[in-house]
C-alpha cells in the first residue's frame, strides 16, 4: 500500500551527482531512522546500494518514522528522475507499507 510520494531532500550534499547515471525508476531504496539526529529527530535517511542518497523531507517524515518506530515493514523505490538545476525536483521517491 503506498504511504506517500516524495521528493529527495538533502540530494545536494551526497552522492546523488556521481550516482545519476545508475540510478533508475523503480530501483530499490532502504529507509534508515537515524532517531538521534540533531537535526531532526523523526529523521530517514535514504540509501541506494548501501549509498547515502538523501532523506525523507521532514515535513513528511513523522508518518514513515512511527511506521519505522512500530516495526511496520516499509519498502521505498524511486518514482521518478528529472534532469532539473533544482535538486528538490532530480529524484522522487514513494513508500510502501507491506501488508
Do not use: C, T
Not at 44 to 49: A, G, L
Amino acid at each position: 500500500m503506498l504511504v506517500q510520494s516524495s521528493p529527495l531532500a538533502g540530494s545536494q550534499y551526497y552522492a546523488v551527482a556521481e550516482l545519476w547515471p545508475q540510478i533508475k525508476p523503480g530501483d530499490h531504496l532502504i529507509l534508515i531512522r537515524e532517531p538521534d539526529n540533531r537535526h531532526d529527530r523523526k529523521a530517514i535517511r535514504v540509501e541506494w546500494n548501501g549509498r547515502p542518497l538523501g532523506y525523507v523531507p521532514r515535513a513528511e517524515n513523522r508518518a514513515v518514522a512511527q511506521a519505522i518506530d512500530a516495526g511496520e515493514k516499509l519498502e521505498a523505490r524511486v518514482s521518478r528522475l528529472r534532469d532539473d538545476p533544482n535538486p528538490w525536483r532530480r529524484v522522487e521517491f514513494e513508500v510502501f507499507l507491506v501488508l
